[in-house]
Each structure stands twice: as structure tokens, then as C-alpha cells.
């Protein structure tokens, strides 16, 4: 439809950015690339955004015995590694983390680093 002819206005209620030809949140602002190293340890939750990731992030975290200390917010004791502080965490604040290291992703497994792909870090994808 020809903007012009919009029987509305344009707005901006769902802001978004694209990455890799695919629409993403704007806070996803970080591609990792040869940057994080994962543990063995490390473990991957991946889902749809808004597809129960709080509740499979606490139960998870719960089943671990909290490695990282009683959750007092999402953001740092499960981080989201693509985004940047003050959501997220620094890659330093990430590698200072006690192991189990439980982390949150919404990309596809082909978007992740060969670091991540070649490890021995396990992946929970929930599609």
C-alpha cells in the first residue's frame, strides 16, 4: 500500500532493527563474533521472544541450585549476551560468572558464533 494513501498514520508502537535480513528487537545491538568464549559448563536456553524464556530461564536456574546467587534480576544472573550494558552485561562481568553459566538467546542457531556451534556447551532451543 502507497504510504500516501494510509488511512492512518505511520508510528513507531513496535520499534525494531533487522540483523542478518531478520526483524529483531532494538536492544539486540551486539554479534559476538570471536568475543565470548563459552565454558563446557555453559548452558543456552533458546526461544521465541514472548514464549515462556522467564519462566524456562527460572526453572532452569532453580534446577542449578542458583549458581550465581538468589535472582535479582534476570538481566544478571541469566544474561541475554547480545545486549549491551545496562541490560546486559560486560564480557568481563560475564567471564567472572560461577559455573553453571545459564544464558539466554532468541537468535537461530545458524546466527551463533563457531565458538558457541564447536563447544561443548549444551543448547536448550524451545521453538
Known sequence: MDHAKRPYPLHNIFPHAAFRGTVVPPVRT???????????????????????????????????????????????????????????????????MNSPRLFKTHDYWNWLPDSMKESSCRFIYCY
Open 30 to 96: 551486539v554479534d559476538l563474533g570471536s568475543e565470548f568464549h563459552p565454558r563446557s559448563s555453559d548452558i543456552f536456553i533458546g526461544t521465541y521472544a514472548k514464549s515462556g524464556t522467564t519462566w524456562l530461564q527460572n526453572m532452569i536456574y532453580e534446577l542449578l541450585d542458583c549458581p550465581n546467587g538468589p535472582i535479582e534480576s534476570f538481566f544478571h544472573q541469566i544474561p541475554w549476551l547480545q545486549v549491551v550494558p545496562p541490560m546486559g552485561l560486560t564480557l568481563e562481568q560475564i567471564e567472572a
